[in-house]
């Protein structure tokens, strides 16, 4: 994995700047051995670090590019341009003419920086999915950037300091969602995003953003066929060189993704899957159908409550700030699993959801849609006085199902999303103490889904959730999860769903595609009849997910460290000593899977404090 880092507005002699400039970079090469390389100016400095043809830095007198990630240019000039001179003479061409087409001429997963420390400039983008992060601090007149905050950390300019509204927004969202980050005055590019610096100011702006094109002109047959060939493409371009595998969990998109590797490599693929001794959470018998079915090279492993226990420091020190998606465990011992036989990159299938329709809420707000359809008067002056006076109705299922269907109905989208919302179930004043809520706008989460949501112009209410979830679960989440389990297991992540070609071809889908009545990802099954076996097309969505609730009961070392976790973060004096002891005390025991998610949200964070001052002392 590696990374990028530097900076620009500030700078001693070539040879200070170097030594600057390694310090920084050191952090980047915690979990492998790329080399990394720097190039520094007057008052300009930048490192990147990757195995093999990932990193690429290119400098012509004042002007510097640095390139990380697994990209490739998308114009077949510059392509040619790039073969024949380098991709930094190719991209620096590019900036010249039109910061933004520099950005969109790159395809795949990418950071980019181009500093020009003869005029002051400079430009950071990162790729169209957000697959790679960046993160940046304006420090007086200069931008110190980098894939990781502890490479920001070690500029003098920018010492780590923590935000409380970070804090409040990974607990509210189990992560910290961009633009925002952990860290005081440090923010994050968002997908498809791009900065421009000119003389101590800076500004953003995207090159990219989802385009749907909602009426559809093409036949079913030739969307079938077109979406396999896209696929096959994508999968092919994914494999790059490198030695590759794929995760299976049994799932649609997993399953597809493996078989379509076995497809276009021409022998079986190399799968892995965790399986959980917990009722309800193995899905290894669905993994072991699909690979038989496409004849893969299958390796399975089983994650033990001892297992998550080895797991929890190492989770909460890959991530630069607190990440509370348990699912990186068993993402981890998978990727780990890979990387002992050989494989260097790693397929996920994620991103197939949030292109083709398949998670759950999508069909579940289609319901509730219905209701704002209803006339307003209808509804004000008949159905709502009928339900909710309805004598003694708290009696009778039907009309507490109306009741709850109304209210959750009325409220508006995107706050309709979180009515289950961990933390707005417990209440904010219950679990934070005073002090640390004087800190944070208990507002701003609903508040920046808001302001995301509104940004769309799509005209359905699935892509307008689709498009909300390629930020949100996508990129400020799932991507995460599975690209740091990867970089702590020493191999990188590939997602050949999230291919320019494939994200282009899901938004030429109709709403009704996409969502077909309440039938999830219509189209994507229709598409795959024939390739996927039937149970697994008609299975349930489950995934990797992790039985901590359960396990929490009846293990000891693992109750011993979430105890002595939570015991810990009381005297940060964030978390109320009292909502810790009644969390532990009392509702665990009256639902380990319910309250278990905030016992693991509450010890991560705790752990990445511990990993971070451990880092740093």
Not at 153 to 180: C, E, K, W
Request: glycine share 10%; aromatic share 10%.
């Amino acid at each position: 994995m590696s990374g990028l880092c530097g900076w620009i507005g500030n700078g001693a002699s070539a040879a200070d700047n170097r030594g600057l400039i390694e310090a920084m970079a050191a952090p980047m090469g915690r979990f492998d051995a790329s080399p990394v390389q720097t190039l520094q100016g007057r008052s300009s400095a930048v490192a990147v670090s990757a195995a093999g043809a990932g990193a690429q830095l290119y400098q012509n007198g004042a002007l510097t590019v640095a390139l990380w990630g697994q990209a490739w240019l998308r114009d077949e000039r510059m392509a040619q341009q790039a073969a024949e001179q380098g991709v930094g003479k190719a991209l620096a061409d590019a900036w010249r003419k039109s910061p933004q087409l520099a950005c969109a001429s790159l395809s795949g997963a990418f950071v980019l920086a181009i500093i020009d420390e003869a005029a002051g400039e400079a430009m950071l983008a990162i790729d169209r999915m957000g697959t790679l992060p960046l993160s940046y601090q304006l420090a007086g007149e200069a931008l110190v950037f980098g894939s990781s905050a502890d490479t920001i950390a070690r500029h003098p300019l920018t010492p780590a300091r923590i935000d409380p509204q970070g804090i409040y927004n990974y607990v509210y969202f189990h992560m910290v969602p961009s633009p925002g980050t952990v860290h005081a005055n440090q923010q994050r590019l968002r997908p498809g995003e791009y900065l421009l610096y000119r003389q101590g100011r800076i500004e953003t702006h995207q090159y990219w953003r989802m385009q749907f094109e909602e009426r559809g002109s093409k036949s079913l047959p030739e969307l079938k066929q077109e979406f396999r060939d896209v696929l096959r493409s994508s999968v092919r371009e994914a494999i790059g060189g490198q030695q590759v595998g794929a995760f299976l969990s049994g799932g649609t998109d997993s399953s597809t993704i493996a078989g379509t590797l076995c497809e276009v490599s021409g022998a079986p693929a190399k799968t892995y899957s965790i399986g959980f001794e917990a009722e309800g959470y193995d899905e290894m018998d669905y993994a072991r159908l699909a690979s038989r079915h496409f004849g893969t090279e299958h390796h399975e492993y089983y994650v033990t409550p001892d297992d998550v226990v080895a797991a929890i420091p190492k989770i909460a020190g890959v991530f630069d700030q607190p990440f509370g998606n348990a699912s990186a465990v068993p993402g981890y011992y998978c990727a780990k699993m890979a990387q002992a036989d050989g494989v260097t990159r790693i397929f996920g299938g994620d991103g197939g959801d949030e292109l083709f329709g398949g998670n759950e809420r999508y069909s579940k707000q289609h319901v509730f849609a219905r209701y704002e359809r209803v006339p307003g008067l209808l509804r004000k002056a008949l159905l709502e006085p009928a339900v909710f006076n309805f004598p003694a109705g708290e009696h009778f299922k039907l009309v507490r199902k109306a009741r709850s269907y109304i209210a959750q109905a009325s409220v508006p989208m995107p706050a309709r999303l979180e009515t289950y919302n961990l933390l707005g179930r417990y209440g904010p004043s219950q679990v934070f103490t005073d002090d640390f809520l004087a800190g944070a706008d208990a507002g701003a989460p609903l508040a920046s889904l808001s302001h995301t949501y509104g940004k769309s112009d799509a005209g359905s209410l699935i892509n307008r959730m689709l498009e909300l979830d390629l930020k949100i679960t996508l990129a400020d989440n799932d991507l995460p999860k599975v690209v740091k389990a990867c970089e702590l297991a020493g191999l990188e992540a590939a997602f050949p769903f999230l291919n320019d070609q494939m994200v282009a071809f899901s938004a030429r889908l109709t709403p009704q595609q996409k969502l077909n009545g309440t039938q999830l990802r219509w189209f994507f099954k229709e598409a795959l009849r024939d390739f996927l076996p039937n149970e697994i097309i008609t299975k349930q969505k489950h995934g990797f997910g992790l039985p901590f609730g359960v396990w929490l009961q009846h293990h000891k070392p693992l109750q011993q460290l979430a105890t002595d976790s939570l015991t810990d973060l009381k005297a940060r004096k964030i978390v109320r000593g009292e909502f810790i002891d009644q969390l532990v005390g009392q509702h665990l025991s009256e639902h380990a899977g319910y309250h278990g998610t905030m016992v693991w949200v509450l010890m991560m964070l705790e752990q990445w404090y511990k990993q971070r001052e451990s880092s740093h002392g």
